[in-house]
């Protein structure tokens, strides 16, 4: 099968509505361990996003569907590096469209912010995200023990990163 294809583009106020959605999905509030949140919780959440002058894109599929944000936060250029996050739509996972958004927004990052390091973390047990992660070629640098909790648990947290030497040898 050919790879899935997305197009990242500005992230609107009007696609607050459908972030507002997939944030309240019970997966994505297991895995990214977020409690619920209001639709005016959601919009100061993205406002706070745009202050930190994150770099906040939408994801968007072959058919112009929003499927998703994806945005590069934490972006210090005095230490050349940036973290990275995302989260698709409760019906645009396990599709392929991870991959190609990451890979985009990976190749911002380090082609055209000039940054020399993405980073991110994640929760040990999210399979399908540490599986995306290694795919594009991010490496486990650290495993925090019991870092999180939700649910009445604790839980590792994977520290991963990627370095642009090792993004551009694999792109030549
Ligand atoms: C995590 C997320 C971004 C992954 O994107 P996706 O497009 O759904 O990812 P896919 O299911 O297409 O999988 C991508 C790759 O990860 C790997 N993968 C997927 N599920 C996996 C699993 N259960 N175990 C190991 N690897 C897995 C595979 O290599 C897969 O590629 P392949 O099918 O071509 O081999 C998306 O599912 C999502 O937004 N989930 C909810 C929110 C979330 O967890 N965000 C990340 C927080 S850190």
Redesign the pocket.
Known sequence: MDQSQVILRAFENEDIRELHRWLNDP??IA??GRAPMTYEQTVKHVEKKRNNGDLVLAIENEEHKLI?WIFLQNIEYEHGRASI????SPEG???????PAMQQMVEIGFNQLRLNKIY?T??AI???????YK?IGFIIEGQLRKHAFSDGQYYDTYFMGLLASEWNVKCL
């Open positions: 997966v994505s895995m990214v998703g996050g995302i989260l698709l996972r396990g599709q392929g469209y991870g991959l991110l994640t929760r999210n399979e399908q995200a540490v599986g995306l795919k």
